[in-house]
């Protein structure tokens, strides 16, 4: 079984950083097979996709977080990273790492959460203006 354990998140103000960390273990088959992605969510919506890696290592960014954003991974430590530079308060939410396995996914599919069949706990990013 999978295990995704996120820690990095706080509290900063507007325009600073934040770097979350997702811890993974448990892989069933290589770790190359698996897609990783970035969701976020908070209270009273829905949650979104922020960033992903796919397995043959292409990414794809919510619009919301182009240029500010970077997702990264370390395949020996089996870490994903969220580089988070000028953050917004409307940032502000519980971040959630995930991750896929069963398949390739597509370009159209690596933001969508439905697509993801394991999940961490979250961490809390709060950014203030």
């Known amino acids: 079984q999978v295990q995704l354990v996120e820690s990095g998140g706080g509290s900063v103000q507007a325009g600073g950083s934040l770097r979350l960390s997702c811890s993974a273990s448990?892989?069933?088959?290589?770790?190359?097979?698996?897609?990783m992605g970035w969701f976020r969510q908070s209270p009273g919506k829905e949650r979104e996709g922020v960033a992903a890696?796919?397995?043959?290592?292409?990414?794809r960014y919510a619009n919301s977080v182009k240029g500010r954003f970077t997702i990264s991974q370390d395949n020996a430590k089996n870490i994903l990273y969220l580089q988070m530079n000028s953050l917004k308060p409307e940032d502000t939410a519980m971040y959630y790492c995930?991750?896929?396995?069963?398949?390739?996914?597509?370009?159209?599919?690596?933001?969508?959460?439905?697509?993801?069949?394991?999940w961490g706990q979250g961490t809390q990013v709060t950014v203030s203006s």
């Open positions: 890696i796919n397995s043959d290592g292409g990414t």
């Open positions: 995930a991750a896929e396995g069963r398949s390739l996914l597509l370009f159209s599919q690596l933001l969508v959460p439905n697509e993801y069949n394991y």
């Open positions: 448990g892989y069933p088959y290589s770790r190359s097979r698996f897609s």
